[in-house]
């Protein structure tokens, strides 16, 4: 695991990060804190928080007041899913908080751990940048690609170090309109390499859905949510105890949005 992760910070131990009493990311304005904590978050608030309130760009970009954002270790599953939702909403309507937080402080408080709320498993395609459509930023989301997102062993068990070992609340199973890899299953053509490797965990959708991409993209995203539900004993007994919810997605090219599937 020590080539997936840097271990000086996440070691694999199964602690847990929920018990933090400081939250890592707690942005709120100095105005709005009711408690003002610690000198060190204190100083956090007030350089990313407060720094940023009303600003406008030289390119005349007004961003919105800093939102509260929630330390990952208050959040229920709920809370997160939601989180995730109001950034897509945020993105496909063109207002973007993330740029707004001070990356430098960011870094520099995420060197030694992390504390992401979130996961999500989507495709590699280039259209798809996972943190930029829910409009997040450093440390915020757990992110694991595969084109065709499927959940192979080595997705499931990034996945299970997310949830049991970093808490994450939440796991998104993210399709996408016009996706390549669902696409070249359903036709089924020769192609090079090792690129056909992809084709036998994604044609359990095809077999269910038919012929039409949207509908078999839609088919897979849910049956590899299910996978997850299921073939995952970490993820399961988590998902039993309340702790994570795993769903399903579809985001849509053309408009930015993000739509969950039942
Ligand atoms: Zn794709």
Redesign the pocket.
């Known amino acids: 695991m020590s080539f997936l992760f840097d271990t000086t910070s996440d070691e694999l131990q199964l602690e847990d990060s929920a018990s933090a009493s400081e939250p890592s990311f707690d942005c709120a304005p100095r105005s709005t804190a009711s408690n003002p904590g610690s000198s060190r978050r204190s100083f956090f608030k007030m350089t990313v928080g407060g720094a940023v309130a009303g600003l406008v760009t030289a390119t005349g970009i007004e961003f919105a007041a800093p939102r509260r954002v929630m330390a990952q270790s208050g959040l229920t599953s709920d809370a997160a899913l939601q989180e995730l939702m109001d950034g897509n909403r945020r993105f496909s309507t063109g207002n973007l908080t993330s740029f707004e937080h001070d990356l430098a402080m960011l870094k520099q408080k995420t060197v030694d751990k992390q504390e992401p709320f979130a996961a999500v498993l989507s495709?590699a395609?280039s259209r798809v940048p996972v943190e930029l459509l829910f409009d997040q930023t450093i440390g915020h989301i757990f992110v694991t690609r595969v084109?065709?997102n499927f959940a192979a062993t080595e997705i499931i068990a990034s996945l299970e170090y997310g949830a049991a070992v970093l808490g994450t609340k939440v796991i998104l199973v993210l399709g996408?309109s016009n996706?390549?890899?669902?696409k070249a299953t359903i036709q089924a053509k020769e192609v090079p390499g090792q690129i056909s490797s992809l084709f036998s965990y994604i044609q359990p959708a095809v077999d269910q859905a038919g012929p039409n991409l949207e509908a078999a993209t839609k088919a897979n995203a849910k049956i590899q949510a299910a996978l997850l539900r299921q073939s995952s004993t970490v993820i399961s007994g988590l998902v039993k105890e309340n702790k994570l919810k795993v769903v399903a997605g579809y985001y849509d090219l053309g408009t930015g949005v993000v739509s969950l599937l039942e």
Not at 179 to 182: E, L, R, T
């Open positions: 495709c395609d084109a065709g996408h996706c390549g890899a669902v």
